[in-house]
């Protein structure tokens, strides 16, 4: 059973910054890419963020230049630095992982990110 357990969300002013993290749990192999949807009130979940078990990047239009991904593969952990944060980055964050071979995604709990203006 593959578990994702995030953390790091909270409550932030506008322009502040929020570190979210996604550990998998111990003894999973072979994950491929790893990465962050959100989803706010009334809206589809949308990708924020993913990275490659290279380490290849990709963002969110609306997120490019102010979050940075990253993994790191030791510990199966991927995180978010979110910074500049604004009203519109609040939402539900959920973090996945995929293995190669293995059909869809994993997923985290979610952690709630508030972003006050």
């Known amino acids: 059973q593959v578990q994702l357990v995030e953390s790091g969300g909270g409550l932030v002013q506008a322009g502040g910054s929020l570190r979210l993290s996604c550990a998998a749990s111990?003894?999973?192999?072979?994950?491929?890419?790893m990465g962050w949807y959100r989803q706010a009130p009334g809206k589809q979940r949308e990708l924020v963020a993913a990275?490659?078990?290279?380490?290849?990047?990709d963002y969110a239009v609306a997120v490019k230049g102010r979050f940075t991904i990253s993994r790191d593969n030791i510990k199966n952990t991927v995180y978010l630095q979110m910074n500049s944060l604004k009203p519109e980055d609040t939402a539900v964050y959920y973090c996945y992982v995929t293995r190669v071979g293995v059909t869809g995604n994993y997923w985290g709990q979610g952690t709630q990110v508030t972003v006050s203006s």
């Open positions: 990275i490659t078990s290279g380490g290849m990047t």
């Open positions: 111990r003894g999973i192999f072979s994950i491929n890419a």
